[in-house]
T-cell receptor, first 113, second 113 residues
Framework: NAGVTQTPKFQVLKTGQSMTLQCAQD?????MYWYRQDPGMGLRLIYY???????DKGEVPNGYNVSRLNKREFSLRLESAAPSQTSVYFC????????????FGNGTRLTVT | QQQVKQSPQSLIVQKGGIPIINCAYE??????FPWYQQFPGKGPALLIA?????SEKKEGRFTISFNKSAKQFSLHIMDSQPGDSATYFC????????????FGKGTKLSVIP
């Protein structure tokens, strides 16, 4: 049981380049999330998808777009990367039950030079 | 505006000691308070969670204490072990069916033998 899988694990981009971070979950969860983690800043929500077909902005959405491709997959796109987007990105999923836990992937470490 | 304030930023204890991590929140609508544990190179994982209808919850060596009037909650780790060395995040969310967690900035715990 893989849980939440993120690809790639590491990526280096130059300023202005674009890329898509991929996330897939095999737990049949309804909700999916993208967080970024920066030193001393905790985890900040970028975008989320409460269910297939819906997406909403979180705390720090500027510079990002998302696509909920189907129930399993939720991608995060950087159209024109900036050094301020250097971070570790985590995808997470939630079953949508009141007693359920947020399940995280192991992250994508992105460096923008 | 930081809605969940976590302290200390880092903590070093001897094996067998009882590290305590504190969190305070501002939003009185918060009704779910989980703690996540994160090891280097991994995503956060749910450790223990509490709802405001109880003042304490224990799971193994981990205890959450909750003070609704003070809007504070804390994590205690009994008989701490070197394997407990990790970063711990408190979090909070509001409303049934809402899984948009607001995270504290994290506490890096080191348990030395």
């Amino acid at each position: 049981n893989a849980g939440v899988t993120q690809t790639p694990k590491f990526q280096v981009l130059k300023t202005g380049q674009s890329m898509t971070l991929q996330c897939a979950q095999d737990m049949n969860h309804n909700s999916m999330y993208w967080y970024r983690q920066d030193p001393g800043m905790g985890l900040r929500l970028i975008y989320y998808s409460a269910s297939e077909g819906t997406t909403d902005k979180g705390e720090v959405p500027n510079g990002y777009n998302v696509s909920r491709l189907n129930k399993r997959e939720f991608s995060l796109r950087l159209e024109s990367a900036a050094p301020s987007q250097t971070s570790v990105y985590f995808c997470a999923s939630h079953p949508g039950l009141s007693s359920g836990a947020l399940h995280f992937g192991n992250g994508t470490r992105l460096t923008v030079t | 505006q930081q809605q969940v304030k976590q302290s200390p930023q880092s903590l070093i204890v001897q094996k067998g000691g009882i590290p305590i991590i504190n969190c305070a929140y501002e939003n009185t609508a918060f009704d779910y308070f989980p703690w996540y544990q994160q090891f280097p190179g991994k995503g956060p994982a749910l450790l223990i969670a509490i709802r405001p209808d109880v003042s304490e919850k224990k799971e193994g060596r981990f205890t959450i204490s909750f003070n609704k009037s003070a809007k504070q909650f804390s994590l205690h780790i009994m008989d701490s072990q070197p394997g407990d060395s990790a970063t711990y995040f408190c979090a909070a969310s509001a409303g049934a069916g809402s899984y948009q967690l607001t995270f504290g900035k994290g506490t890096k715990l080191s348990v030395i033998p």
